[in-house]
């Protein structure tokens, strides 16, 4: 009997000595995509041909992903999915009594957790409320803040379990929406600092939460950009530095790949990573969480950023959104007009272009305005000759903006002209030298596109005559000559204005740093808000003459001319290798 009782005891010893020295690993996998921008199939409904990527490669990816390690793959989305391909466009404001495209797509990936995104904040409170409603997933925003309660508009972070690991994920936007949006398409809300906002739910779900793993999805880029009243447009890699206890920052909003790990204050690193845009790329962190008798012991973090581009699809994803597609082509397929003759972005970067003139022509057309100011919106669009399309009015003008009237005067037509051409054109000092303004770090920036600055902020006006000196110094290059209707131009005179409401609100800050008119005066000068978007004028107006013939108004040029025109067909050869 004693020797019954010793063995039950060394057994119930050694049974307690194991349970209480036991080990256990869990991997999990985070899977991210960001900054979507409508590429839900592999097909693009501007231009009709097949595409790389989309979100039916990235499901074939995930379904991959779940077959090894089941719940414990988290999908997750960073924002900008609203805007973008015509299909957005057909969900937000054609058959808005149907639930939004994008909240099918994500409700059918079985998207663990989403941020929002400026262009999705971009749509208006009707679109954006809706989606809100309709994913099944959370969409987070802790910075996002409710003017009437100052809590979070959207929910700050969520929270989950796996096997027994506990994970928290905390969704910022960059806070710089009112640079960019009327204050309308966010009534009643606030964008608070990405520092500050991150520091209070850091500490939340560490003291509250009890989170074992931190997880950051930023819908905004590794850093700079605008500021505004000191709250940066691009501030990942700030709060990765300066805010401790993420493990994993997951960013976008930048169109850029970023892969890396950055040391915060404490000492610890952080993996930080940006998969770019348009679904062709995810990021990818895998995590192996080890415990010691239940107690967390160490922390196995990696990351990679996969391209999916040539992943295979999904097949039961595009069999489940056949009819969706097919609803889609036919309604851009739709003829609206004709074009007597093709034309192209490549050519508004080097002078006048019948594609920009065209917006141009409209603008002025449609409002009455007295000046109007545009920019490309793309570094290589074409819209040839012949019937146009639905489809083709995504390739002439591929935003949602709206259309805007200014009063400005003629000294600040001329500062904002400068600005623009400040950021679009080098200063060349012999014959030599390159026209415009290059970079050959940022060709793989899918923004700049091999420029130093944004083509999009490159502003040429129609309505007044005028030259750009490109030998003189920045400020000094743009000389105007007269109104193009033969009158003089005089810079105390205020003129109406016609632009985009992007520029309007203060986009690129061309309006703000170079005409001088600071943010808060801005909605002071806008006599005429378009109801709907410039898309919708510009279609309705092609609908209306039929037959259209392009051209370039020829109202201004790059001087000395010995100089940029060679200059011209160099920089040409060097951007689009022809």
Request: charged share 20%; with cysteine.
């Amino acid at each position: 009997m004693k020797n019954i009782l010793f063995t039950a005891l060394c057994l119930t010893f050694l049974t307690t000595q194991s349970v209480m020295s036991q080990t256990k690993t869990v991997s999990l996998q985070f899977v991210e995509t960001s900054d979507v921008h409508g590429c839900f199939f592999p097909y693009n409904f501007v231009t009709g041909k097949p595409m790389d990527g989309s979100m039916v490669r990235i499901h074939h990816y995930v379904e991959q992903a779940r077959q090894k390690l089941g719940r414990n793959v988290l999908l997750l989305d960073n924002g900008d999915i609203l805007q973008g391909q015509p299909i957005c466009y057909w969900s937000n404001y054609v058959m808005t009594n149907e639930q939004n495209i994008a909240a099918k797509v994500v409700n059918y990936m079985k998207y663990d957790a989403q941020t929002i995104g400026n262009h999705d904040v971009e749509t208006g409170h009707s679109v954006y409320d809706k989606w809100v409603n309709e994913v099944n997933c959370p969409v987070l925003g802790a910075n996002v803040i409710d003017k009437n309660t100052n809590l979070p508009y959207l929910k700050p972070y969520t929270m989950f379990m796996r096997d027994g690991v506990k994970i928290a994920v905390i969704g910022l936007l960059t806070p710089t929406i009112p640079c960019w949006l009327n204050e309308k398409q966010y009534a009643g809300l606030a964008f608070e600092n990405m520092v500050v906002s991150a520091k209070k739910w850091v500490k939340h779900v560490k003291d509250v939460e009890h989170a074992d793993l931190v997880i950051g999805l930023f819908h905004s880029g590794k850093e700079g950009g605008l500021v505004l009243d000191n709250n940066e447009e691009d501030a990942s890699a700030r709060v990765a530095r300066e805010v401790p206890g993420f493990d994993i920052i997951f960013y976008g909003h930048d169109h850029t790949v970023h892969n890396e790990w950055i040391t915060n204050i404490n000492g610890s690193k952080v993996l930080t990573l940006d998969p770019s845009n348009n679904a062709l790329n995810v990021a990818v962190a895998n995590v192996k969480m080890t415990y010691e008798n239940g107690h967390l012991k160490h922390k196995d973090i990696n990351g990679d950023i996969v391209s999916v581009r040539k992943e295979p699809m999904d097949e039961a994803m595009s069999s489940h959104f056949s009819n969706d597609i097919e609803r889609i082509k036919k309604y851009v397929s739709r003829r609206i007009g004709r074009f007597e003759n093709s034309i192209s972005t490549r050519d508004c970067f080097f002078g006048n272009a019948a594609f920009t003139d065209f917006i141009h022509s409209l603008q002025l057309q449609i409002t009455g305005a007295d000046i109007s100011i545009n920019a490309p919106l793309a570094l290589d669009n074409n819209i040839n000759a012949g019937d146009i399309t639905v489809a083709d009015m995504f390739s002439l003008y591929r935003y949602e903006n709206q259309l805007y009237v200014l009063n400005m005067t003629g000294r600040e037509i001329k500062g904002h002209l400068e600005e623009s051409y400040d950021r679009w054109v080098n200063t060349m000092k012999g014959p030599e030298d390159h026209l415009l303004l290059l970079n050959e770090q940022s060709k793989g920036d899918q923004q700049r596109l091999g420029f130093k600055n944004y083509t999009f902020n490159f502003d040429s006006a129609a309505g007044i005559d005028y030259l750009v000196d490109v030998t003189k110094p920045n400020g000094q290059k743009v000389k105007i000559l007269k109104m193009s209707n033969g009158e003089a131009f005089d810079e105390n005179k205020t003129y109406k204005v016609v632009m985009n409401s992007y520029r309007g609100n203060g986009g690129g800050d061309l309006i703000i740093k170079g005409a001088g008119i600071p943010k808060d005066k801005l909605n002071d000068r806008i006599i005429y808000q378009s109801p709907l978007d410039l898309r919708h004028y510009l279609m309705q107006e092609i609908e209306r003459q039929g037959s259209m013939s392009p051209k370039a108004g020829n109202n201004w040029k790059f001087v000395p001319e010995e100089w940029t025109v060679p200059a011209a067909k160099r920089d040409y050869k060097h951007i689009f290798g022809e």
